[in-house]
Nanobody, 123 residues
Framework: QAQLVESGGGLVQAGGSLRLSCAAS????????IGWFRQAPGKEREFVAV????????YYTDSVKGRFTMSRDNAKNTVSLQMSSLKPEDTAVYYC????????????????WGQGTQVTVSS
């Protein structure tokens, strides 16, 4: 079982950067791929990025490619999402989630979720 806690959200101007972190508890953290999702008001939760269990592979939704970078440190049970060149349309609550699948890009394939952290990008 994994418990996830996000941090690092906040208010930033367009063009700025933020680094989100996802801290996991549980000795089996390394067994899970970790994904980031986001949900803006009135919209569906959408996939942002995922990293495989060993950090070897990462996948991103098209809208964040080249701007967001995801990494993980299994020794510290943490996953990070470095977000640069932020846009107002990146404003959302960001969630990290864990799945036993190698990779997953849809929310229902994830078993554990954090509580979310708000990211607001002003124009």
């Amino acid at each position: 079982q994994a418990q996830l806690v996000e941090s690092g959200g906040g208010l930033v101007q367009a063009g700025g950067s933020l680094r989100l972190s996802c801290a996991a508890s549980g000795r089996t953290f390394g067994n899970y791929a970790i994904g980031w999702f986001r949900q803006a008001p009135g919209k569906e939760r959408e996939f942002v990025a995922v990293v495989t269990w060993n950090g070897a592979d990462t996948y991103y939704t098209d809208s964040v490619k080249g701007r967001f970078t995801m990494s993980r440190d299994n020794a510290k049970n943490t996953v990070s999402l470095q977000m640069s060149s932020l846009k107002p349309e990146d404003t959302a609550v960001y969630y990290c989630a864990a799945t036993r699948r190698r990779v997953a890009t849809v929310a229902y394939e994830y078993e554990y979720w954090g509580q979310g952290t708000q990211v607001t990008v002003s124009s």
